[in-house]
């Protein structure tokens, strides 16, 4: 077995291990070249698996830059292990997407979906902030220039783009936080409370391939969950396991939970 092989041998999904090689493969650019790269955009799952891989290869540095300091999608920067990480360009734009609309109810989905309409690669887009204002954007900054020239409209709405130099106002907002019970620890227990919906429905998009827990697809309705896990839906947002609080007189287990959309 090669070096590249044992790097790889735990991760199951293709999908994962193409991702990953990726990341093996910039990273072996950079040694023979001594010039820094970067990764596209990753979510937290496959950030902790590609930080294991390059923990392995210590000749060379890295760190992660995702727009702003919450930052959940991030880029890792990878570089000689004698160079400065703060002094290397991370490539990332920041963009502001304001509606035209004094009313507008646009979602997550509704910006991520237009992006994704221009044939960007989901890769090259981090953190879509959005607010009652409009949305904050963080990009890689190749396609900043292509999303400023040819983003006219989100769902209905005419939007204007501007690019901003400081990340001050991008943070993460609250979610609406949700109280309830439960029978059981089950993710299709927990997602029926959390996201409003029958738990035949959630069952049926389990299925479907459509939910993730702590970014990791699942395909089983019975997954036990635990205090601190996200759960993820395909258009629905996505729902943190807040607290548990013990067991109820009637053996149901007090959940907290916090609501994203």
Known sequence: MNNREKLLSHVQDNQTKHQLARVIDL????LERQVPDVTDFYDPYLIMLAEGILKRMPEVGFSFV????????KRILI?????????????????????CGLNSSLKHRDYLGALLGLGIRREKIGDLLVEEAGCKAVVDQGVAVFIKGYLKQVGREIVSITEVSSNADFRSKEGIIKKGTVASLRLDAVASLGFGMSRNNVQREIL???????????????????????????????VIIIHLSGQTKKGRIGLLLEKYT
């Open 27 to 30: 990273a072996e650019g950079v």
């Open 66 to 73: 995702g727009g702003y300091s919450e930052a959940e999608r």
């Open 79 to 99: 570089f000689p292990s004698n160079h400065v990480p703060s002094e290397i360009n991370a490539k990332i734009a920041l963009l502001v997407i304001n509606p």
């Open 208 to 238: 479907a391939e459509r939910f993730k827990v702590n970014w990791q697809l699942v395909k089983k309705p019975d997954f036990q969950l635990k205090e601190g896990d996200v759960i993820s839906c395909r258009g629905r947002g996505r």
